[in-house]
């Protein structure tokens, strides 16, 4: 079934640094999802991009759509260490799928 | 904002044990998912609920595993003779319509087989 694979794995920076996480996929979709997961807690929605859209802006997170090198991009600017947390991925499995999957993730780290 | 609710938090059995994980998804939400993660590893999709019938499952929703929504509010996972690696965090979560693909997720069962 359709995953994301999102890289780096682990990312440390400092506060007030940004961060920029991928996201690569196999085939088509009609849209992706991002997420962040705090420790040991429920995964929560950051943002949705569809197909027919390159770039959304949510706060301090845009996010990149490229549907022909099949990538997206996530960035947080102006990092706080509130922004510790792992981000994934998410894309339904297939048409008319219900199966919304979740890559790896990325474990991000913000120092103070 | 309206919540994902799960019951319990945290649920110890010993192995071949049954047991019962509750959920109360938002209220206009019409999908409703589960999913585990085993420590340290990725979220898994289990199975997916929609009009009073599984829609989806996945590979480790065996016969061990069933779904119910017994009422109006209540989404329920039971694992019938639970196994040590059935131990994992258990997240539902549901979303509202056609069209607006957005999960909202519970915090979470943390599910302890002895």
């Known amino acids: 079934s359709q995953q994301g694979e999102e890289d780096p794995q682990a990312l440390s920076i400092q506060e007030g640094e940004n961060a920029t996480m991928n996201c690569s996929y196999k085939?088509?979709?009609?849209?992706l999802q991002w997420y962040r997961q705090n420790s040991g807690r429920g995964l929560v929605h950051l943002i949705l991009?569809?197909?027919?859209?390159r770039e959304k802006h949510s706060g301090r997170l845009r996010v990149t759509l490229d549907t022909s090198k099949k990538s997206s991009s996530l960035l947080i600017t102006a990092s706080r260490a509130a922004d510790t947390a792992s981000y994934f991925c998410?894309?339904?499995?297939?048409?008319?799928?219900?199966?919304?999957?979740f890559g790896k993730g990325t474990k991000l780290s913000v120092i103070p | 904002e309206p919540e994902v609710t799960q019951t319990p938090s945290h649920q110890v059995t010993q192995m071949g044990q049954e047991v019962i994980l509750r959920c109360v998804p938002i209220?206009?939400?019409?999908?409703f998912y589960w999913y585990r993660q085993i420590l340290g590893q990725k979220v898994e999709f289990l199975v997916s609920?929609?009009?009073?019938?599984?829609?989806?499952k996945s590979e480790i929703f065996d016969d061990q595993f069933s779904v119910e929504r017994p009422d109006g509010s209540n989404f329920t996972l039971k694992i019938r003779s639970t196994k040590l690696e059935d131990s994992a965090m258990y997240f539902c979560?549901?979303?509202?319509?056609?069209?607006?693909?957005?999960?909202?997720f519970g915090s979470g069962t943390q599910l302890s087989v002895l």
């Open positions: 209220s206009n939400h019409l999908y």
């Open positions: 979560a549901s979303r509202d319509r056609v069209g607006n693909e957005k999960l909202f």
């Open positions: 991009i569809r197909s027919n859209e």
């Open positions: 085939t088509s979709i009609n849209n």
């Open positions: 998410a894309l339904y499995s297939g048409a008319g799928s219900y199966q919304l999957t």
């Open positions: 609920f929609y009009n009073n019938e599984i829609s989806e």
